[in-house]
């Protein structure tokens, strides 16, 4: 019988504790500039890792024009802060900082020649998120996706 490594180490980080409440599935439905007029349909879950060391996110939206991602949570204690890795189909690879809250997520990254920021905020009792998110090209912030989550479980 094998034995687990690290098994020691699976335990809950208590600086993710804040961002408990995206723990499960949610249906989304949202918008982008670059597909005028089109609705996107699409699938979001976020789950405990590794007995809640970590969160994981998958993502996936209908529409092929944007690409289905897998992101992962975590935080840096001598740093105080929570960072997103976060990877796509495209074979896009990106470190986002991430800021807690109890009722709202916001992650964000600014690098020359393109920077991201989103902001989710939790509302009907938990059951919704309404999120936005703004892109930089190096001139001025435009809107980026745009995406309401509805709670499935």
Known sequence: MATIIGYE???PNPALKLLGFLI???????SHPMLPGKTLHG????????GGAFIVMRSEIDEPEVPSGIAIFGTDDDAKECSMLYFDERGVSRRYIVALRSDEWQWW???PG???RFSAKLVDGGKRMLGQGEMNRGERWEPDLQLTYTRIV
Not at 24 to 30: D, M, N, P, Y
């Open 109 to 111: 990254r600014d690098m």
């Open 43 to 50: 699938r979001t879950s976020f789950a405990w890792s590794d």
């Open 9 to 11: 180490a699976a335990i």
């Open 114 to 116: 393109f920077s991201q």
């Open 24 to 30: 499960g599935e949610w249906r989304t439905e949202g």
